[in-house]
């Protein structure tokens, strides 16, 4: 657990923060030391003796020029009144800093050097550019205990993320001098996102650092090569990824074997299922489905009106569009797909069309032309690989494509408004066809599902969790799906059992394996008590996962790589 005066001590408090600490400490030290010169020199020269607290109240009074005078009377010698000038004097220029320091940037607003608010940064993460909301890489960041410096070229944008408190600074990423007051002399690393500037980008930091690394994110996968050559350690490309599992999750309707599992480890497999229209399960209590009892296969988790439950709640009744998280081994992840396939029935048309063919679009259609569906492209663009140029937003559009017949849409678009607006018309006219789609925005997550989307994936969600990958070699498991899978040491449970740790109670987390040198098991014993040499595998949400690092302080355990 984390010591809570360890954190205290870590604080580390930014330029402007440690100005004002110093001015208000230094302020508290002048009015005492007045106090007690007033005090002194009242008895010795004017033979007057009062209490201390009454010499700090004529102080203050007279500092800040309220000056009731009830002590003049005591006054003759020259050295008080000299004094006394001394201190109204001092009042008045404190005064004039005060507000300069403090009131004025607090209440007004005047502008601050973003440099100023800054914490002293070593071992950081120097980030350009990044365009796929960056509080959600912040806060990913922040959490694994990983230090930062945002580097934007937006003037605006850099004070809003510093106003609630992210390490900001305002200008260019093809500018040495911007990493050079983000001490990239002291970085373990840069992050450029930057579109078509990542090749400056990487080229000005070439130029101060040969040996730093550098991870290059890229909406263009053909870059990767270009990238590369230019100096880029690593490429990321986050809507290839995401495109690819939304093709794999689609495809799945139409195979009678299941291809889209997650190898957990000791033959445990996880997979994200969403119920769809005419599926058995469909009116059904979970703890009335029995799937356990008939197929050998565990629901883990489930998200129901776009709220992800871990555990479900066992009277939750499963409906369309609910998506169910299922472990267990691979004969029973594939009897749980054959029990509920009867009334799931294998798609009858085997055509997938694809809204959309940018990054998102193109990696979906290679996955699916590559498996030999039959695939219709929609893009507002004429370019290759497009079969309809259109709006996708437009039902005419839609049913050009043969949205009616089709068996599986993926909404790939980059406009989150356009992609509720398709998802709502394709559910209009084909109540039964599986609606896949990327959000650019978190937050349009769940209207996407309430609209009638089955499986939603977000851009940011699924960048930040491959950039967390490579800085910290996490064993994220799958970081293109809609739960957070992650595998790390139990260090920190050693000496405790499942059931006294907590971890769900305290982070919303659910541990769903653990492997130790007997093997991997997924049947987990509560009060079993962990020696700290296990490895566990955990599954949440993001924020459900960043609060069990917050808690349990695994930011500071190496984890698998």
Known sequence: ????????????????????????????????IYTVTYNFALAQLEGVNQPIFASFEFIVQTMTTTGYGQDSGYWSHPLMFLFVAGTQISGIVLGFFTLRLIIIPLFTGAEVNL???????????????????????????????????????????????????????????QDVSAFERASIDSARAVITDAGDANVNTILTVRSVDPEIEIITLTDDSSMRDVLLNTGA?????????????????????????????????????????????????????????????KTGANIIGAWIDGELQLPPDPDAIIRSNTVLLVTGEHDSLEAFSEFTQTSRTLRQYNRIIIAGQGEVGQAARAVASKEGLDVVTIDIEDRDGVDIVGDAGSEEILKEAGIETAGAIIIGLGDDSTSLLTTVLARSLNPDIEILARVSDTDTTRKALSAGADYVLSVPRVSARMVARELRGEDVLAPASQIRLLRVPATPLAGSTLAESGIYQKTGCRVIAVEDESGFTSNIDPHRRFTGNERIVLVGSDEAVQEFRKQFDVSSVESEA
């Open 233 to 293: 350690d690593t490429v990321l490309s986050p809507h290839g990824v995401l495109g690819r599992r939304l093709a794999e999750k689609a495809i799945s309707s139409f195979r009678s074997d299941l291809t889209d599992t997650i190898d957990l480890g000791g033959e445990i497999e996880v997979t994200e299922v969403p119920v769809q229209h005419g599926n058995r399960l469909i009116g059904t209590r979970i703890r009335d489905s029995k799937i356990r009892e």
């Open 115 to 173: 440099d100023n608010q800054l914490t002293p940064k070593t071992d950081h993460v120097i980030i350009c550019e990044y365009r796929r909301d960056s509080a959600v890489l912040l806060d990913e960041l922040r959490e694994l205990g990983i230090e930062y410096v945002l580097i934007s070229s937006s003037k605006e944008h850099a004070k809003d993320l510093a106003d609630d408190g992210y390490s900001v600074i305002h200008g260019s990423p």
């Open 1 to 32: 657990m984390i010591d809570p005066i360890k954190r205290l001590t870590d604080i580390q408090l930014s330029r402007r923060d440690r100005l004002v600490t110093y001015y208000l400490t230094g302020l508290a030290v002048l009015v005492m």
